[in-house]
Structures are given as structure tokens and as C-alpha cells.
């Protein structure tokens, strides 16, 4: 199902500009997907944002608000400037055949997402992709760039919402809106999600980020709601753990290099990173397996987030 999500949001271009990718809801996902199964099969919605998430953390797609996924723009992963003879393509797979062909890769290989290039030269490469628009990414040289967690300010606050959502009464009777707790009795990050009381959010000082049933995050200012990116509230949830000493806690086992993260959301540039370093481990959902060599920096990352291993 995830490849052909990923060349379902590929082949969707913006309508006045073919070059850029088109964001499509969850809604129109779920009905483009049915289109291509078997009139006898079921598409299981939950399965379906579970995959979502996890393109999203490979760094195939983008999440945006409003339950939104787009194609993540063509990147090539090295691992490092001195090893550039396998390169990982990722993203756009619009772009993947002329990426073969722009590095003179073995022309018999165009569907594959490891780049051999004709030359291991970092400005050859460079200067070739970036004339077609594809950027190539370094594991080191991304780790200082990764964002710091902090809460929203001004300028990510768009047009508060016209009316409270806690007055909302189109909401299921077993749904509820949910606010994030970071409190070190809460260890498990799902678990912080708890059951909102507009009036406690107000007179007791308790956390403003809520998220909706229907996976909008909301961050409340005062008495006003704004509608913030997945991306946002990742960044937000970290910066609340931080503040309230509640650091989340990620199961690491260092003889094995295995990094459990079921369960745990992470911030897209994380994800990807975290994924773009690391190995899947078979039949260990989330848990990914870290050669000794990347897990100092796998380590630097996670306690930039705010993680603790434990």
C-alpha cells in the first residue's frame, strides 16, 4: 500500500504548474486508493494513516494541516561527503528516471532508488541535480540543522478560529477533544493525550495544545484557538516535555543498536533523519537498527529533541 501511495501523490500535480506536487486529503486518498483495490477488498482507514505516518517519517510525504499529504520534494541521501558511490533517492518519484539518466547511473537500474553515479564527485553531483531540481542531503552535515522544539509564536499563529470547539456539539458522543499533558507519571507519549475541560485549560494553567477527534492540532492563545501543522505540534510537544521535566522516554537497546519508537511521534526532519541513518528491523514494527558508527549521532539528535534513552 505504501508504494502505491507514494505514486498516487506523485502523479497529482498542481493544476497551473505541472513541476510542483498537489496536497490531497486523507478523504481523497482513502477514495483514489479504493479506485485501484478489488471491489472485494476493504480499506481500512486506520491502517491507512498508519502508513501515512510512516512515509511520513521515511520522508516520502509531507503532512500539512487540514489532514493534508503532498509528495516530499527529490532528495539523494550520502551518508557522507566521502561516500558517495550509493546514493538513496527519495520523494518526488516523478523526478527518479531523469535523476538515473542526469548522473549517468546504469541505465538498466531507472526504477531503483539506489543512484550509482558515473563520477563520486561531490560538486559534480551537486551541481548536476541541482539543475533539475533535486537536492542532495548529508547525514552530518543535517544534524545541525535539525529544528529546536519550542512552542508556536506569532508567526506561525494564522486566523484564529471563529468559534470555540469546545461549544462544538457535532462531535460523536465518544469522541472527545484531547490536550496534551506532559507529565512524568504519563511515560508513554500517547498516553499524555487525555481528555480536554475547557475551564481547567483556562484557571488551572494547564497545557494549551489540544488536538480535535478529527486529527486537527489546535494551540490555544488566551481565549483564541489557532489551527497549527502536525509539524508545529510535533516541535510543541517536545518543548512542553522540556518545560514540565517530563522527558520523553525511548526504549534503546545499545548491544542490539535497536531504537524502539512505536508508539511515538516525531517531528518530520527527525523522522526522516532517524529513518534515512538506520535499517528496519524485521518484524519489529518502528524499531530500527543502528550501525555503531551512526549511533553517536543518532544519540546528539535525540537529545537535541529533548529524549532520553533509556
Not at 531523469?98 to 547511473?105: A, G, I, K
Not at 490536550?179 to 499524555?192: E, F, G, I, M, V
Request: charged share 25%; with cysteine; hydrophobic share 40%.
Amino acid at each position: 500500500m505504501k508504494d502505491t501511495i507514494i505514486l498516487l501523490l506523485s502523479q497529482h500535480r498542481q493544476p497551473t504548474n505541472s513541476s510542483l506536487p498537489l496536497a490531497l486529503t486523507i478523504s481523497q486518498i482513502t477514495s483514489l486508493l479504493k479506485s485501484t483495490i478489488a471491489p472485494d477488498r476493504n480499506l481500512n482507514t486506520e491502517t491507512l494513516r498508519q502508513d501515512l505516518n510512516e512515509l511520513e517519517a521515511m520522508g516520502e510525504i509531507l503532512a500539512g494541516d487540514r489532514n493534508q499529504y503532498c509528495i516530499a520534494p527529490p532528495t539523494l541521501l550520502a551518508l557522507d561527503e566521502d561516500n558517495l558511490t550509493s546514493l538513496l533517492f527519495t520523494g518526488d518519484r516523478t523526478y527518479l528516471s531523469l535523476v538515473h539518466q542526469t548522473l549517468e547511473s546504469d541505465p538498466t537500474d531507472l526504477d531503483n532508488l539506489r543512484i550509482r553515479p558515473k563520477k563520486q564527485n561531490l560538486s559534480w553531483i551537486r551541481s548536476h541535480i541541482e539543475q533539475i531540481g533535486v537536492r542532495l542531503w548529508t547525514v552530518a552535515d543535517s544534524l545541525a540543522i535539525l529544528p529546536i522544539p519550542q512552542k508556536p509564536d506569532r508567526v506561525v499563529l494564522r486566523s484564529p478560529l471563529t468559534r470555540n470547539p469546545f461549544e462544538n456539539d457535532n462531535w460523536r458522543t465518544d469522541q472527545d477533544i484531547l490536550q496534551y499533558l506532559p507529565r512524568p507519571n504519563l511515560s508513554l507519549q500517547t498516553a499524555r493525550w487525555q481528555p480536554a475541560n475547557y475551564v481547567q485549560i483556562l484557571t488551572q494553567n494547564l497545557s494549551p495544545l489540544i488536538r480535535f477527534p478529527t486529527g486537527e492540532y489546535i494551540w490555544m492563545d488566551g481565549t483564541e484557538f489557532y489551527e497549527i501543522e502536525p509539524d508545529v505540534a510535533m516541535l510543541t510537544m517536545f518543548a512542553l516535555d522540556t518545560e514540565a521535566n517530563a522527558n520523553l522516554k525511548i526504549i534503546w537497546d545499545e548491544p542490539q543498536g535497536r531504537l524502539n519508537l512505536q508508539g511515538i511521534n516525531l517531528p518530520s526532519d527527525y523522522a526522516r533523519w532517524l529513518w534515512r541513518v538506520s535499517e528496519p528491523v524485521d518484524d519489529m514494527y518502528r524499531t530500527r537498527y543502528f550501525e555503531p558508527l551512526k549511533r553517536p549521532l543518532m544519540k546528539k539528535a535525540l537529545n537535541k529533541l529533548g529524549c532520553e534513552l533509556v
